[in-house]
């Protein structure tokens, strides 16, 4: 699971490199959360992670506040987070997941290019169970001896730690977000960015050449401005 979540993490951080595009992305999370669990963030744990997460790349307070209060006051960003499912060429299964005020426009925009690059928009539920759903927390080495207490995290949901030279990621179950949240605030460790994130449970090897071209649909796919994320079970 390590590698496979390095790997994810480093892509993902790569299409969020403007400035902007990572704003707006926590700013559509952040208006979902409120949506759902409320507009506290000592209540609302997710959001909590959230704010933290927007913290940490430098996102102006006024932003987040701005994104809170749409939720709140109910403007005209009615955004709801839709997961959308289908499979590449050569059997490799992709999961999408965005956010959108428009589901008739995000589907059909997904499904043409599905559809371009020779691959099917599936029904929900056609390839979600190949996948594993966690929590993750990337913390400061600075602040835990994980070695003194990973024991001790196993009873509030650990499965992994991926230890690093300046911090290092603590991958749990999903269900156990919270608890693991709790306990690390509790213990006044540094979390430097936290959410969940879905790892494939088996990769699929494919040559290089067919390897491009699921590569190449999921370029198009993440470049969508709907978009959050991008799943796969590709072996790259």
């Given at each position: ?8 993490k480093s ?11 990572s704003?707006?992305k926590l ?6 959360s ?17 704010i ?14 701005r ?6 006051n ?19 299964a ?28 599936g ?15 990337e ?15 196993i009873?509030f949901?650990?499965l992994?730690?991926?230890?690093k030279?300046?911090y ?10 919270n608890?693991?949240?709790?306990e ?29 071209l699921?590569i190449?649909?999921?370029?198009i ?10 799943y ?5």
């Open positions: 699971m390590g590698r496979a979540f390095e790997f994810r892509r993902k951080l790569k299409r969020w490199s403007t400035m902007s595009k704003f707006t700013s559509k999370e952040i208006q979902i409120v949506k759902e669990n409320g507009p506290s963030p000592e209540s609302n744990s997710k959001l909590r992670a959230l933290q997460n927007a913290k940490s790349i430098n996102m102006p307070k006024d932003n987040i506040e994104a809170i209060n749409k939720s709140i109910k403007t005209k960003d009615n955004l709801k987070k839709i997961f959308l499912e289908g499979y590449a060429p050569f059997g490799i992709i999961l999408v997941e965005a956010i959108t005020d428009n589901n008739n426009r995000t589907v059909a925009n997904i499904r043409s290019y599905f559809k371009k690059e020779n691959g099917e928009l029904k929900s539920g056609s390839v979600d169970y190949l996948f594993n759903k966690i929590a993750y927390f913390i400061s080495n600075n602040t835990i001896d994980l070695e003194k207490i990973e024991l001790e995290l009873d949901g650990l992994e730690i991926i230890s030279k300046k290092s990621t603590i991958i749990g179950s999903y269900e156990n977000f608890s693991l949240q709790l690390l605030e509790k213990r006044e460790v540094e979390i430097i960015n936290s959410g969940f994130d879905k790892i494939p449970n088996n990769l699929i090897s494919i040559d290089e050449e067919k390897k491009n699921i190449k649909l999921i370029n796919i993440e470049n969508d401005e709907d978009v959050q994320n991008v796969h079970n590709l072996n790259i």
